[in-house]
Each structure stands twice: as C-alpha cells, then as structure tokens.
C-alpha cells in the first residue's frame, strides 16, 4: 500500500484498503447485545423465544439454523425491518430497539441481493450513499474506492441485468460496504451460487471482514459454511440458541442432540450404564477421558480407526462392514455392531480399506469421545 | 403432410380474421381520402376533407374537448389510481382480496349503466348544491371513475411482480418514506405509469356512452359530434375524422403496450 494513500486515510474515516487496520478496528466495529428477544406472528408462530446474545466487536458471528429457526427473524429484527415483541438490542452501546431501519447504521446483503433494477450498477452502488444525503463527488469517490477493493473492475458500468450471480453477490456487499455501517448483515448471501463460486466467495468474504475488522453477522443453514466463516457460531432452533461457540466447540462438542445431529453426527448412544469412566451403551462398554456427565455418547466418526480381523483390547469393538462409500480422499463406512450401526470415515493413506461383509475391529480413543444431553 | 396442410389451413385463418377486423377500418381510412362525396365510389385520392375539418369550428371544438377531457382525465386517474394500485398491493396478504373485486367491477359493468349512474348522480349533487352542471368537469369525473380501476391494476401488477425485498433494501440503505417513494418506487414503475397513462388516454378518446350521458350543450367530443353528424348521413368528413382517431388512438395503443413490456428485470 502507498504512503499517500495512508496519509489520506487519516482524515477520511472511509473504507479504503490501505488503512491501518487496528486504526480502523477501533473505529468501525460495533457490539451487539440482545437481551429477552421475542417475535411472535400471528397467533400460534413463536420466531423468537427469548433470545440473550452478545455479539463481540469485529466478530465474523454466524446464525445457524434449519429454516423455522429464527435466525432469520433475528437478522431483521438487528436491520430494523422486524419490529420485537419484547426485549432490547443495543448496538455500539445504543439502544436502537425501536430505531426505524433507514436510521441505523446497519446494512444487509440480502438473500436475492435485492438490486434496483431502475438504477446502474454505479447508482446502486452509490444508493445509500445519496440517501444520506452526501454530495455527488465524494459518493463518486467512496464508490470507486468500494469498486477497487472488492475488485468490481468495469462492472461498475454494466446495467444490472447484465451481471450473473456472483457479480450480483458482489455489488450487494460493495452497496452495504461502501456505507461503513456499525454491522454488516449478510441474509444466506452465498446460497443462490453453484459450489465453486460459494466456497471463492467464501474466502472473499473472509477476507474483506479482517481487512474491514467490521462485524458481520452471518445467517446460513449449512454447517459447512458456518464452520468455515465463523469466529462464533449461535446454533438455534424453535426460536432459542442452543449453543454459542468457536467452530471447534460446536462441532466437537455440541451441548445436545439437536446440536449434534445439525452439525452432522450420527453415532449418538443412550448411555444405558455409568460406573465411572465407563460408559455402557448398545455398542458396548467404552472407557471416556473427560466426557461429560451427559446421558448420550458421541462418536465422531472420524475419530475411529480400523483394524482388519479380530483384535482384542481396551476400547476395541468387533463390527461387521455393512456398507462403503469411497470418496477418494476418504471413505465412509456404516458398520453393524449387533443391532447397531456406527458410522465412521477413514482418511485413504494406502491402507487396506475393508470391504463390503468384512469383519473388523474399531478402535475408539478416549480422548475423543463426548457425552451430550437430549 | 397432414401437419403442414394443418398449418396453412391456420394461417389462412389468422389472415382472413385480421382481415374480418381490419377492412372496415381500412374502408373508412380509404374513403376520407375521395375525391367524390360519396361512400359508395372512389373516384380519386384527395385531402379536400381533411381541409373541410380545419375550417369546420363545431369539430375542432369537439376536437379540443376530447383532448382535454383525455389529458386531464388521465392525469388524475393516474395520480388516484398509483396511490390505489399500491394499496392493493400492501394489504394483498390481509383479508381484502374483496377490494380488488370491486376494482374489477367498474371494468366489467356495461357502459350504458355506468352511464345512467353518472348521470343520475351528477343531477342529484346538481339538485342539493348548485355544483357540477354538466359539462366538461362532469365529463372529466365520469371519465376518471373508469380510468382509475385500469391505473390501479397496472401498478398493482408491476408491484407484485417486483421482488419485496427491494422496498427493504430501500429502508435498509436510509431511505426515509418520501425518498423511498421518490428515489425507489416511482422510477421503478414508471414504465407502467406512461403505459396506462396511454391506455386511460385511449380509452377516454374511445367512449361514447358515458360521454353522453353526462355531457353538457358546449362539450361534445368528437364520438358525440359524430354520432349527431351521422344523423344526417355518413359524410366523408366524418370519414376523416374517423381516420385521425384511428390513428391517435392507434399510437396511444402502441405506446401503452411498448412501456407495458419494458419492464427492467
């Protein structure tokens, strides 16, 4: 970056890639706390069942959820467009509640991308910018300096209906961008795209959000995404937050079922028998390091290994192939231990890969596994 | 074979039902340009009728009339029927799916009776408050109540066809109320205001019936003149005028439909 550039930012509070990023961090960023949250529609619809949540400054913080979760009703009740039953939200330290949308400093990328179709993509860019009232030379300047940073190139002179999706996606985020909110919201803004495209405009996103120390919340219902985005992630269901916590936490070691099953775990067994560290389950008595007082067991399936033949040992479980999935880097396989199956997925590092009817031992780390509540 | 005998029996029909539509018209624009006066014979090509008309006061007094009452009428419907057309379209998920019946009503009910009821209607607030002596404004109300239902469909249509999160992203990027509808909505559906801005136009030049019925002595449009210069027989100067409205209200008709189909994506 060069030194002029630097220089100018000093007295421009405005986005521009070459600030200093600390600088801008202490600037930008704003917290978000919720506090008792309810939304209700119509009579028998709760949205939101009392939602606290703090959201901390400069945090990429997802909303996950399958859809009827709430979360998206959360995002417009944070943009104004949703008006809470109950409950306050403060934002930067101020109560903006009942603060009409067009007087926050909060901008979202919607879902459709929701561009004026009666407006260039440069008068897009510059909407919020003329709203605001700021004179035309310096919304010029500000939607150039947007344009170079998220790479727009010469798609700011196109009409709207000459951009294909991931420009779209991209015109939406500059359009929100370039008006520096406190928060950036972003509604499911990757779910329109093919998986190429998504997981590019991933690492963008990304990018832009450290570049910008902005704080993002995010809505999405792929775990996937949300693990690979997040700081934080808020899993919710029926209008509550299940759980709130790093990638890691939520992933390894969810707080129930619903969050386990969300984030893809199959393996959970109702602990019939504790005595100690030993846990009985329908697949045997296991030995756990650590695992929680929880009345359900999770194996994460890549956790197990598996050894041809019968091998006797401490955490050792005789099991039947049932089925496998060869997917290249990895295969899945289910296995029948009794009645019951285990999934588990091995890395393909030449080892043998058992087949189909094989029987073979499973090999359970006590480190690994984890105990949940329903 | 049988596909293509098929084929061209169709398209001998589409020629002989636009031809069924078009040879009156045609018969009419032909006869205003005789020579002769007569509706029978054509003897050469000639504009002397078209000369009669700019020296004929009574028909260019009809001619400002019809103007006028189209202009003015359409101006106002315009304004009253956006203003309608949008309310339909924020309460449509409420429980008045009945309004835009009643919308529909005027649009189906025979003119003669909308007719009658202006008429009856003028002469009672005649009777109670001296106000509305037929006349040009009579005229100009009758011709807004008729207007406003097909204002209000087209900018209801263009509304719904719009996606709704755009008048969030609106509120979204600062847009106060006013600004949203001047910066959002009004330049959004403005193809749809200009396309019936023409079609209430056209649709004003058009009609006789409630015309009539709730003109005064000093404001015949031009359908009232004709149809009381018919009386004495079919002259080739109605001929002509007959001719120049097929062809405003022909290029209104096309302008109308030309911004109904622009429409940005």
């Given at each position: 970056?060069?030194?002029?550039?630097?220089?100018?930012?000093?007295?421009?509070?405005?986005v521009?890639?070459a600030?200093?990023?600390?600088?801008r961090?202490?600037?930008?960023?704003?917290s978000?706390?919720m506090?008792?949250?309810?939304?209700r529609f119509?009579?028998d619809?709760?949205?939101?069942?009392?939602v606290?949540?703090?959201?901390?400054?400069g945090?990429f913080?997802?909303?996950?959820?399958?859809?009827?979760?709430?979360k998206?009703?959360?995002?417009?009740?944070?943009?104004?467009?949703?008006?809470?039953?109950?409950?306050s939200?403060?934002?930067?330290?101020?109560?903006v509640?009942?603060v009409?949308p067009?007087?926050?400093?909060?901008?979202?990328v919607f879902?459709?991308?929701a561009?004026f179709?009666h407006?260039?993509?440069?008068?897009?860019?510059?909407?919020?910018?003329k709203?605001r009232?700021?004179?035309?030379?310096e919304r010029?300047?500000?939607?150039?300096?947007?344009?170079?940073?998220?790479?727009?190139?010469?798609l700011?002179?196109?009409?709207?209906?000459?951009?294909s999706?991931?420009?779209r996606q991209?015109?939406?985020?500059?359009?929100?961008?370039?008006?520096?909110?406190?928060?950036?919201?972003?509604d499911e803004?990757?779910?329109?795209?093919d998986a190429?495209l998504?997981?590019?405009?991933q690492?963008?996103?990304?990018?832009?959000?450290?570049r910008?120390?902005?704080?993002?919340v995010f809505?999405?219902?792929?775990?996937d995404?949300?693990?690979?985005?997040?700081?934080?992630?808020a899993v919710l269901n029926?209008g509550?937050i299940?759980?709130?916590?790093?990638?890691?936490?939520?992933y390894?070691?969810?707080?129930?079922?619903?969050?386990?099953?969300?984030?893809?775990?199959?393996?959970?067994?109702e602990?019939?028998?504790?005595?100690?560290d030993?846990?009985?389950t329908?697949l045997g008595?296991?030995?756990?390091e650590?695992?929680?007082?929880?009345?359900?067991?999770?194996?994460?399936?890549?956790?197990l290994d598996?050894?041809?033949?019968?091998?006797?040992?401490d955490?050792?479980?005789?099991?039947?192939?049932?089925?496998?999935?060869?997917r290249g880097s990895?295969?899945e396989f289910?296995?029948?231990?009794?009645?019951?199956t285990?999934?588990?997925?091995?890395?393909?590092?030449?080892?043998?890969?058992?087949?189909?009817?094989?029987?073979?031992?499973?090999v359970?780390?006590?480190?690994?596994?984890?105990?949940?509540s329903? | 074979?049988r596909?293509?005998?098929?084929?061209?029996?169709?398209?001998?029909?589409?020629?002989?039902?636009?031809?069924?539509?078009?040879?009156?018209?045609?018969?009419?624009v032909?006869?205003?340009?005789?020579?002769a006066?007569?509706?029978?014979h054509?003897?050469?090509?000639?504009?002397?009728?078209?000369?009669?008309?700019?020296g004929?006061?009574?028909?260019?007094?009809?001619?400002g009339?019809s103007?006028?009452l189209?202009?003015t009428?359409?101006?106002?419907?315009?304004?009253v029927?956006?203003v309608?057309g949008?309310g339909?379209?924020?309460?449509?998920?409420?429980?008045?799916g009945?309004l835009?019946?009643l919308?529909y009503l005027?649009?189906v009910?025979?003119?003669?009776?909308?007719?009658?009821?202006?008429?009856?209607f003028?002469?009672?607030?005649?009777?109670?408050?001296?106000?509305?002596?037929?006349?040009?404004?009579t005229?100009?109300?009758a011709?807004?109540?008729?207007q406003?239902?097909?204002?209000?469909?087209?900018?209801?249509?263009?509304?719904?066809?719009?996606d709704?999160?755009?008048?969030?992203?609106?509120?979204?990027?600062y847009?106060?109320?006013v600004?949203?509808?001047?910066?959002f909505?009004?330049?959004t559906?403005?193809?749809?205001l200009?396309?019936?801005?023409?079609?209430s136009f056209?649709l004003s030049?058009?009609?006789f019936?409630?015309s009539f019925?709730?003109?005064?002595?000093e404001?015949?449009?031009?359908p009232i003149?004709?149809?009381g210069?018919?009386?004495?027989?079919v002259?080739?100067?109605?001929n002509?005028?007959a001719?120049?409205?097929?062809?405003?209200?022909?290029?209104?008709?096309i302008?109308?439909?030309?911004?109904?189909r622009?429409?940005?994506?």
């Open positions: 970056m060069s030194e002029t550039m630097t220089a100018e930012t000093a007295d421009h509070p405005g521009r890639p600030a200093d990023e600390q600088d961090a202490s600037r930008k960023a704003s978000i706390e506090q008792g949250l309810h939304k119509g009579r619809t709760v949205a939101l069942d009392g606290d949540l703090d959201i901390r400054a945090e913080f997802t909303l996950l959820g399958p859809s009827g979760c709430g998206t009703t959360l995002l417009r009740i944070l943009a104004g467009l949703e008006e809470p039953d109950a409950g939200l403060v934002v930067g330290g101020k109560n509640t009942e009409p067009h007087r926050r400093s909060v901008n979202t879902q459709s991308y561009l179709p407006l260039s993509v440069r008068e897009n860019l510059a909407f919020g910018l709203m009232g700021l004179p035309a030379a010029n300047a500000k939607v150039d300096e947007i344009a170079e940073f998220i790479k727009l190139g010469d700011v002179d196109r009409r709207v209906d000459q951009l999706g991931g420009q991209r015109i939406a985020l500059a359009r929100a961008l370039v008006c520096e909110p406190d928060v950036l919201l972003l803004p990757l779910s329109a795209l190429g998504r997981s590019q405009l690492v963008e996103l990304l990018r832009v959000q450290k910008l120390g902005m704080t993002f809505v999405t219902h792929d775990q995404e949300a693990m690979v985005m997040s700081d934080r992630i029926g509550n299940q759980q709130v916590g790093a990638p890691r936490d939520v390894e070691r969810p707080m129930n079922a619903f969050v386990a099953r969300f984030m893809g775990h199959d393996n959970l067994y602990i019939s028998a504790r005595q100690g030993r846990l009985t329908a008595t296991l030995t756990a650590d695992a929680g007082d929880g009345e359900l067991l999770l194996i994460r399936p890549e956790t598996l050894l041809p033949g019968e091998v006797a040992g955490n050792h479980l005789t099991a039947t192939v049932a089925e496998r999935l060869y990895h295969a289910r296995l029948e231990i009794g009645d019951t285990l999934q588990a997925t091995v890395n393909n590092r030449g080892r043998h890969l058992p087949e189909v009817g094989e029987t073979v031992t499973v359970v780390a006590p480190e690994d596994l984890v105990t949940l329903e | 074979m596909k293509r005998t098929l084929h061209r029996g169709l398209t001998a029909f589409w020629w002989l039902t636009l031809a069924f539509l078009y040879l009156p018209l045609a018969v009419v032909l006869y205003s340009f005789n020579s006066n007569s509706s029978a054509f003897v050469d090509f000639s504009l002397r009728w078209y000369h009669r008309l700019l004929n006061e009574e028909i260019l007094s009809a001619f009339n103007l006028v189209a202009i009428s359409s101006v106002i419907a315009l304004v029927g956006c309608f949008y339909m379209y924020r309460h449509r998920h409420r429980k008045l009945w835009i019946v919308i005027p649009i009910l025979p003119d003669i009776v909308f007719g009658i009821s202006e008429m009856a003028f002469v009672q607030i005649h009777d109670w408050t001296g106000l509305l002596q037929p006349g040009l404004s005229m100009i109300i011709h807004v109540t008729f406003i239902p097909f204002v209000a469909l087209i900018v209801y249509s263009r509304f719904v066809g719009l709704p999160t755009l008048f969030e992203a609106a509120k979204d990027l847009a106060t109320p600004k949203r509808v001047v910066h909505m009004l330049p559906i403005k193809p749809a200009i396309s019936a801005f023409f079609l056209t030049v058009d009609d019936v409630i019925f709730t003109a005064g002595p404001s015949a449009t031009l003149y004709i149809w210069a018919i009386k004495k027989g002259s080739p100067e109605i002509a005028i001719a120049l409205m097929i062809a405003a209200v022909a290029i209104a008709a302008l109308s439909l030309a911004f109904s622009r429409r940005p994506t």
